[in-house]
């Protein structure tokens, strides 16, 4: 776990170091929204924690009108067993102004969690909710949502939250 701390860590750095340096200069202006016709921030890399689709980089693109899709997925190692997850998750924009947007879709999630050193440790977790994701500076979004998450492991549906930050391009 610590090295996927020191990780994520250096990630955020590296992204908080380029959002200066990038675009026109005016990343710190009140004037730049979602929709802007020349820049539409069309795809995304960042950091994604949460039960509905896992824990570690993100990769965000467009898939149809109004619809954005990610692939999130981390690797780690701690006390001699190798953890991984990867998850997907497809966001239907319902609305968005200005700096914020509002969406809706399904997340899906597999789990490799070694606890035991056995084969068959893997576990699905699904879920469906809404979330908002909110610019922050010219290129730099947090994204939450809160989504009812089908845990394999239990068959329990809960109400989870999860987050992220991503860095448009």
């Known amino acids: 776990m610590k090295t996927s701390a020191t990780i994520s860590g250096l990630f955020l750095f590296v992204v908080l170091a380029i959002v200066p340096v990038s675009g026109d200069g005016a990343w710190a202006s009140a004037d730049f929204d979602w929709n802007q016709a020349g820049d539409p921030y069309v795809a995304a890399i960042g950091l994604q924690a949460g039960w509905a689709t896992g824990t570690g980089l993100s990769v965000r693109w467009p898939f149809l009108p109004q619809t954005m899709m990610s692939l999130n997925g981390g690797l780690w190692r701690k006390d001699g067993s190798t953890d991984w997850n990867l998850g997907v998750e497809l966001h239907l924009v319902l609305r968005q102004e200005g700096r914020v947007r509002l969406y809706i879709g399904p997340a899906l999630a ?38 009812f998450v089908y845990r394999s492991t239990s068959g329990d549906i809960l109400p989870l939250p999860q987050g992220g930050l991503l860095f448009y391009f």
């Open 110 to 147: 597999v789990i490799h969690d070694g606890e035991g050193g056995a084969e068959g440790d893997e576990h699905w977790n699904g879920s469906v909710g809404v979330g908002v994701e909110y610019l922050l500076l010219r290129r730099l979004a947090l994204k939450g949502d809160l989504g």
